[in-house]
């Protein structure tokens, strides 16, 4: 079994969604949490983590973390030798996603409120890699700054799933069309 395939079987998605929810948790699509957001198609999550690349002992940034889900899921990806920092813009969902995340019990994880006016989480740069869950009009290069010097970041940019890989050369790859929420 792959990693992801594993931080799947570890991180039942019922166990992040609303009490009236957890019955569609099964659904390949994303289910309305509240506040504008989804918690996304696990088809798509599990493309984005792969993308993603994540291993053991990364720091690991969650751009609009939500329920807490691919938070959580990424805390598996890194074990406890990694760091997982969530960020959601809405307060009511940072707190869902904060306690589900909690309820986990994987202490190197967790899910706060996104910072006013700031994208991602600069005082904690850098990450080895930035999963972002909402849409980009443009290239965000605000969150690629707060990416270590081999870093990876997955982010939809105009419907088309994005990774950017730093090292001896910045390489930006495109791999196919999405639909998320738009990045606020």
Known sequence: MDAVAAAFDVTPRADFLPPELRQRADHDGPLA?????????PRTVAAMLGLLAVQPGDR????????????????????PSGLVIGVELEPELADFGAG????????????????AGVLGDPDHAPYDRILVSANAAVLPLT?????????????????VMTVVQLGAERVVTEHGRYSFVPLR
Not at 34 to 39: D, E, F, L, N, Q
Not at 143 to 159: N, T
């Open 33 to 41: 949490i509240g506040r504008g957001a989804t918690c996304s198609q």
């Open 143 to 159: 969150l690629e700054d707060q990416l270590a010097p081999d870093g990876r970041m997955v982010v939809p940019v105009a419907g």
């Open 60 to 79: 690991v940034l969650d751009v609009g973390a939500g329920s807490g889900w691919t938070t959580a899921l990424l805390a598996a990806l890194t074990g």
């Open 100 to 115: 589900n995340v909690r309820r986990t019990q994987r202490p190197w994880a967790s899910v706060t409120v996104a910072a």
